[in-house]
Each structure stands twice: as C-alpha cells, then as structure tokens.
C-alpha cells in the first residue's frame, strides 16, 4: 500500500499514477485515508492498493474461515495474469476440497466476494488444494477438445456438464483455435454449461 498526499483528491490521483507507471485512474484501487481542511490550507491522502495488499487481505480471511475447520494450512501465493493464484496445503486436503470439490470452490466464492467488499472492486482469485485445480483442468480440456472433434466430425452442436467459470474459462481458451468450432457459455448459476458449436 502506498500513500499519496496533495490538495486534492484528483491532484493525489495524479501523483500515484505517474509512480506507478499508469496512464489513468482507473487501474488503481484506492480509498481516501485522511482529508484535512483548514482556512487557508487543504490536503487529502490517498492510499493506492496493490496485490501484496489483496493477498495480505484473502490470506487472513482464510485463516479465520478455515479455523472453523480446525485446521492450520500453509498458502503459497503467486500472482499470473492479473490473477491471484493461492494454493493451500494442509494434511486434511479432503475435507477443504469437499465433495466433486464443492468446499473448495465455496471457498473460493468467499474469498471473492470478501475482496470485492473490501477493495470496492472485482478482484480474480484462484484457490488450489494439492493441484486438485490444475488435474481438473487437464480432465475437463481433455473432455471438451474430444467432444469439440466429434463436433467437427458430425456438424452436431454439443453441450458439456455444468462447471464454475474458471473452469469454462480454461475450456473456451482450449477450443478458441479449433477450425470450425465456436464455443459460449448458456444457462445460469450453478447450472451454467459450454456449449460447442459448428461453424461453416
């Protein structure tokens, strides 16, 4: 976190974006920490987030949430793409990784949403348990990019089972340089799917 002080707030915005080498105010997260008005003098300080500080933020909050659980994990943090990537290691893998990984992607949820309130702004976080993530993965890109070739073969549109986005995320990057397939997402929550479909 950084702090920056001028007559105003715009002024203080100013300031963070040439230190942080951005052309505008709206890739930093930021909230006003102190405003001081006098009769002849005025400042406002601003202090500017950065990951270090959203990291510092979702790693706390699993540590009182995961307490319930009775257990004390490991985090190892690591940032890709604008994506904060956290992976938890613990000797009770199962229990936070849930059923077909339920718990964990309840997790994840929460740590989403807590960042949003906190931080006012959209924040992309992946949590991963013993790389049960990153073997999803090859599973369900394996799945889409065999169901993608009979597609090809047959001209007949086919939909995938229901999964969380950053899963549908990892199958749309798959499928983006397959001739004559397009990909969307359909459906809604919990029920929200891929559908692959020919194209001429």
């Given at each position: 976190m950084k702090k920056f002080t001028a007559k105003t707030t715009e002024e203080a915005l100013e300031l963070a974006t040439l230190d942080f080498g951005v052309t505008n105010t709206e890739s930093l997260i930021y909230e006003v920490a102190e405003e001081k008005k006098g009769l002849f003098k005025r400042s406002v300080t601003i202090q500017v987030f950065e990951y270090s500080d959203f990291i510092e933020y979702a790693i706390d909050y699993l540590k009182k949430v995961i307490l319930a659980?009775?257990?004390?994990?490991?985090?190892?943090?690591?940032?890709?793409?604008?994506?904060?990537?956290?992976?938890?290691?613990?000797?009770?893998?199962?229990?936070?990784?849930?059923?077909?990984?339920?718990?964990?992607?309840?997790?994840?949820?929460?740590?989403?949403?807590?960042?949003?309130?906190?931080?006012?702004?959209?924040?992309?976080?992946?949590?991963?348990?013993?790389?049960?993530?990153?073997?999803?993965?090859?599973?369900?890109?394996?799945?889409?990019?065999?169901?993608?070739?009979?597609?090809?073969?047959?001209?007949?549109?086919?939909?995938?089972?229901?999964?969380?986005?950053?899963?549908?995320?990892?199958?749309?990057?798959?499928?983006?340089?397959?001739?004559?397939?397009?990909?969307?997402s359909t459906g809604t929550g919990h029920h929200r799917q891929i559908a692959i479909k020919y194209v001429e």
């Open positions: 659980f009775e257990i004390a994990p490991e985090f190892n943090p690591t940032i890709d793409e604008d994506i904060i990537h956290i992976e938890i290691s613990t000797n009770h893998n199962s229990i936070l990784i849930g059923k077909n990984g339920r718990t964990l992607q309840a997790l994840n949820e929460l740590v989403k949403l807590a960042l949003s309130v906190r931080f006012k702004r959209r924040i992309r976080v992946l949590l991963d348990i013993n790389e049960y993530k990153t073997e999803k993965y090859t599973k369900v890109i394996s799945i889409a990019k065999r169901t993608a070739k009979d597609v090809q073969r047959t001209k007949v549109d086919a939909l995938l089972d229901p999964m969380p986005a950053d899963e549908r995320r990892v199958v749309h990057n798959a499928l983006s340089h397959f001739d004559h397939i397009k990909t969307e």
